[in-house]
């Protein structure tokens, strides 16, 4: 069993920056592929970026690349997703997520390879 807690979120401007983290408890943290979604009003959930176990892998959504850096600190249990130059259409709620040993690099962009959920952290971007 992983239990992932979100922290950072809040209210910034265009423009600003703005660093999300991920804390787990439970089973060794290296074996688990973590993964970031977001979820605005009204629309689905999305994926926005993922790390693999060992953090040698990173994948992210088009709309995100070059603007947002996942990160891990496995010693510390900890997924970090540093974003810059936000903009109002990155306003919605942040889910870390983690799955147990993903062999496809297709997976790590599906909500569903993820069985372990965050309660999420709302990041809101004003114009």
């Known amino acids: 069993q992983v239990q992932l807690v979100e922290s950072g979120g809040g209210l910034v401007q265009a423009g600003d920056s703005l660093n999300v983290s991920c804390a787990a408890s439970?089973?060794?943290?290296?074996?688990?592929?973590m993964g970031w979604f977001r979820q605005a009003p009204g629309k689905e959930r999305e994926f926005v970026a993922a790390?693999?176990?060992?953090?040698?892998?990173?994948y992210y959504a088009d709309s995100v690349k070059g603007r947002f850096t996942i990160s891990r600190d496995n010693a510390k249990k900890t997924v970090y997703l540093q974003m810059n130059s936000l903009k109002p259409e990155d306003t919605a709620v942040y889910y870390c997520?983690?799955?147990?040993?993903?062999?496809?690099?297709?997976?790590?962009?599906?909500?569903?390879?993820?069985?372990?959920w965050g309660q999420g952290t709302q990041v809101t971007v004003s114009s």
């Open positions: 439970g089973r060794t943290f290296s074996n688990y592929a």
């Open positions: 997520a983690a799955a147990y040993a993903i062999s496809s690099s297709s997976w790590y962009r599906k909500a569903n390879t993820y069985a372990y």
């Open positions: 790390i693999s176990g060992s953090g040698g892998g990173t």
